[in-house]
């Protein structure tokens, strides 16, 4: 019963409502003030023109009406010699009235004209200071958009860097290295930061830019707006920078879309990408004009390199910087119908590495017997000027120097890694393929949590514990070892505090190790550029930097993208590789010979040398690309750099 008053209820209610009329609201259409208050409003917001254009206006009325005025009354005296001044003339005189306070000290006549002036002065005051001020805040505004960096770069033939990390000084350093021999050479970086902070960092931090001029902007490069002020159009080669975040790939990738929006952008497009499940995305966003690196794997695979072979990380450097040696593509018809080992005794101060055919495919490290045909030498120049104008090699062969040591077998080897992050599955795939079967790797890290990868050739362990403790590391036999790999708790860890953490291991494995022969390999990974000097005094073999190595390599492939082939034969596992190998297994040792004697015997080997290394020397005796007539005597120490299969 109460459920039944409860629906009569509700329709009785509806019905009323139903039958109610719904007032109508009356809407006033604006009135003509209203109007003319929207239209002076929207004259207002086109800035300071506007307003300077009122004022004009304000003050012709002003000085019209004044001017009139006193042409009906008479009140302006008259010469003493000449009749009253006409409509224009009485036109300047009010004008200068207006704008010149001082004009009234000067005049004469009656006092309902004195008056009059006066009264003409107190308003061109007003009408003149606000001009001043809307001028003066125009121009404010104007240097405030220079400072925030919006205006459109007038250039031709730069280099655009979109984004900004810390690789952004190492690379402009390289860039500017590669354009001392260009004209006015320009780069461009855009960036959502401000404008006079980046200049000043890179003031701060690249002292010199021999002649290059960097042009800084602000702005997004997701934004197309903002991409336009670049110049992409008439840009030489555009660099993408991965940002300093905690996701930074879907950036790039934003980056590489917007690039693409605009098919007038011929320039080929470079960007580094941190995470492998991005790659083919990214890739796929690019298309043929993009490349791009990974960064993750890059950095894995170099440091597995150069703890296989130490000194292996100077030589790359060698090869990816600007400074020093590079890698250049050379065609050269006199040796179509040449030998590959004949090619590479060809130069005197070249030398060459490998075959690019024309479908765009390298092959560096090729059989002796390949012919060269029309393919393009890839070759290790000092500048490609020097391309221009090869020398024939000068040095002789020696064929009673050459050594007949047979061929080391690599045996399996004892590897420990200290340290755990996102790259450590790569380095540890890497190792697997690299490792001869029955090689065993010890895991020891403090933090993470380590995940294998299928393994073939190595056998792992794990072992979770504090890898700052000298006793800790003292109990894992360490003098035993072939390699020791440190890297960065990067993933836990800021850049500083990831790296202090680093050099305190490496000082306790230098004193572990340090003073004893035979002693493994150690190699260290470092996140910052100015941490590289203090990882030396643990004598360590190698360091890797993991944005200089990335900003070298972007800088290369942004001058020349056909390099990318290059670098991935360079550092793939199933590519030709670099090796430092006994140099007594090319030439006898005590035997004074040419390094054309050193290249030939390579070359009977299959594979193609590089340069040497003096081990004495240091760092230092590393030489790249020494010249074929150059002599020298070959100590036990003393190693070949060359470009093997295995």
Known sequence: MGRTGQQMRRRTTQSIAASTPTPRRTTRAPGRGARLRYWFDG???????????????????????FSLFLLVTQWAPAPEEGERPGFFGQLFTTLMHALDPGTVAGDTGSWFFLVAMLVLTIAGLFIVSALIGVIAAGIDNRLADLRRGRSL??????????????????????????????????????????????????????DDLRGTRVVVRSGSPLDLGDLRLASLREARSIIVLS???????????????????????????????????????????GGDRSIVLDKQETVARLL????????????????????????????????AGATYSEAVLAYEDVSVIGLATSDGRVRLNPPSDTSVGDAELVVVASDDSVLTSTTARKGDVDATAVSTASVVVERPSQILVLGWNSRATTVLRELDQYSAPGSSLQIVTELGDPVLPPLTNLTATVEKVRTLDRATLAGLSIIDLDQVIVLCYSDDLDVQHADARTLVTLLHLREIVGGRTGGPTVVSEMLDDRNRALAQVAQVDDVIVSDEIISLMLSQLSENVRLAAVFEDLLDADGAEVYLRPAGGYVQ?????????????????GETALGYRITADGPAGIVVNPAKSRTFTITEDDLVIVLADD
């Not at 300071?48 to 004009?56: E, F, R």
């Not at 790939?249 to 098919?263: E, M, R, S, Y």
């Not at 590079?326 to 050269?332: N, P, S």
């Open 43 to 65: 004259t207002m917001a086109h800035g300071t023109p506007a307003l300077v254009a009122w004022l004009a206006l304000v003050t012709l009325v002003l000085i019209t009406a």
């Open 153 to 206: 770069v007038v250039e031709r033939d730069h280099t655009v860097i979109l984004g900004w990390s810390d690789t952004v000084f190492a690379m402009l350093r390289e860039l500017s290295i590669a354009n001392e021999s260009r004209k006015r050479p320009a780069v461009v970086v855009l960036a959502d930061r401000d404008k006079v902070e980046m200049e000043e960092e890179i003031r701060d931090k690249v």
């Open 243 to 285: 940002p300093d975040d905690a996701d930074p790939d879907p950036g790039v990738i934003k980056t590489l879309l917007a690039l693409n929006h605009d098919t007038e952008i011929t320039a080929p497009v470079v960007a580094e990408i941190r995470d492998p499940e991005n790659l083919e995305a990214a890739r796929l966003v």
């Open 304 to 335: 597995v390199q150069s703890a296989r072979q130490s000194g292996a990380a100077a030589v790359y450097t060698e090869l990816f910087d600007f400074d020093g040696d590079e890698i250049y593509f050379h065609l050269d018809p006199r040796l």
């Open 589 to 605: 040792v005590g035997v004074r010979a040419t390094y054309a004697t050193v290249v030939a015997a390579a070359a009977a080997r």
